[in-house]
């Protein structure tokens, strides 16, 4: 399997590509020099475009993937607001983008040349709004405030709207902060991390009434963990077995298993890592995770180890300034 790794550093404003061997070693490919802080990216479904949310010109660029994995800009077109996170839909056909600071989420067509268009529609007053997520039928997107402890919840038409489900909101413990969410790949169950109790819940996504359902919260900082608690990132194995959330304060990796119907996570370790963990991901193959520390300005690969998930460090690597996203993409 040929994959390409893509951090992100806002500080130096740039995108490192890198070449993930089979072996798991990282080798340079490129640096893009990028006019502006580059935060959240995304690889298009078909896998021929990385999105690239920038500010302080709030716009996304998109950068045509060569089959070496190198990037050249095609094109880029204006956000909303502050580009917090930024997703598409399964099909490719809209680009999501969330935005904290503007407290808000757009959708923005996708045109046919793969390059996204002006938002068509913008949804105000989401506090916080931290992500957007979107389930495995491309059905419903999933947008977390944090400052509102609620998900809500919208369905995706087939016009290219968004329009709240009858179940417009769920909501999270008081002071939770729910901000990213992955799906197991069953489709029945999402993850949530809360940035500001470091809790991870799992919601079912159709109880016996058809409803979104909180149906478990686990503190996911090691027991007498007394600091501030500052989560971030989560990532699920592509087989669903291994589930990971970092926390910035204490640089932590925590390491759950996922029971085979993916309803129950249960603790297997905590793993020390770079400095303020904003960002992670896990490769395509489920052997290796890739975690950026913030104020390390490295990033650090790991091997994931059976039966339980637990990380191995391999090696670590100098990016840009201030690394908070990474994104890995196979190349066949
Ligand atoms: O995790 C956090 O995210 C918010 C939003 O990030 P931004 O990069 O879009 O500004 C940030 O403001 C907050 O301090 C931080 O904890």
């Known amino acids: 399997m040929k994959q390409v790794v893509y951090t992100a550093s806002p500080e130096s404003q740039q995108i490192h590509a890198w070449r993930l061997d089979e072996d798991g070693a990282l080798s340079l490919l490129q640096v893009t020099d990028v006019s502006g802080?580059?935060?959240?990216?995304?690889?298009?479904?078909?896998?021929?475009?990385?999105?690239?949310?920038?500010?302080?010109n709030f716009r996304v660029l998109a950068f045509r993937i060569a089959a070496d994995g190198t990037l050249s800009e095609a094109g880029e077109a204006p956000l909303p607001g502050s580009p917090t996170?930024?997703?598409?839909?399964?099909?490719?056909?809209?680009?999501?983008?969330?935005?904290?600071?503007?407290?808000?989420?757009?959708?923005?067509?996708?045109?046919e040349d793969g390059v996204p268009q002006?938002?068509?529609?913008?949804?105000?007053?989401?506090?916080?709004?931290h992500s957007a997520n979107i389930d495995n039928a491309n059905?419903?997107?999933?947008?977390?405030?944090?400052?509102?402890?609620?998900?809500?919840?919208y369905a995706l038409n087939a016009d290219g709207t968004l329009t709240p489900r009858e179940q417009a909101q769920v909501t999270t413990v008081e002071g939770?902060?729910?901000?990213?969410?992955?799906?197991?790949?069953?489709?029945?169950?999402?993850?949530c991390v809360n940035e500001l109790d470091s809790t991870v819940d799992v919601w079912a996504l159709a109880n016996a009434h058809g409803e979104v359902e909180r149906v478990q919260s686990l503190d996911m900082m090691p027991p007498g963990f007394s600091e501030t608690r500052w989560a971030a990132d989560i990532h699920l194995t592509?087989?669903?077995?291994?589930?990971?959330?970092?926390?910035?304060?204490?640089?932590?990796?925590?390491?759950?298993?996922?029971?085979?119907?993916?309803?129950?996570?249960?603790?297997?370790?905590?793993?020390?890592?770079?400095?303020q963990p904003r960002g992670f991901n896990i490769d395509n193959s489920g052997?290796?995770?890739?975690?950026?520390?913030?104020?390390?300005?490295?990033?650090?690969?790991?091997?994931?180890?059976?039966p339980q998930g637990l990380l191995t460090p391999l090696a670590r690597y100098a990016v840009g300034q201030g690394p908070m996203w990474v994104v890995i993409h196979q190349l066949d």
């Not at 059905?139 to 919840?153: E, G, S």
């Open 37 to 56: 802080q580059v935060q959240p990216m995304v690889v298009s479904p078909k896998k021929d475009f990385l999105y690239v949310g920038v500010r302080p």
């Open 85 to 111: 996170h930024i997703s598409t839909d399964r099909t490719g056909s809209y680009l999501f983008c969330g935005s904290y600071n503007d407290a808000c989420v757009s959708i923005s067509p996708i045109g």
């Open 118 to 129: 002006a938002p068509t529609q913008v949804i105000r007053e989401l506090e916080g709004c």
């Open 139 to 153: 059905q419903t997107l999933f947008v977390p405030a944090l400052k509102q402890d609620r998900i809500c919840l």
């Open 176 to 191: 939770a902060g729910p901000r990213h969410m992955v799906f197991h790949p069953n489709g029945s169950y999402a993850y």
């Open 238 to 275: 592509p087989d669903g077995r291994y589930l990971y959330a970092c926390d910035r304060t204490s640089s932590t990796l925590t390491v759950f298993s996922v029971s085979e119907d993916g309803g129950l996570l249960t603790i297997e370790g905590y793993q020390p890592t770079e400095t």
């Open 287 to 306: 052997r290796y995770l890739v975690a950026a520390g913030q104020k390390s300005h490295h990033i650090e690969l790991y091997r994931i180890e059976e």
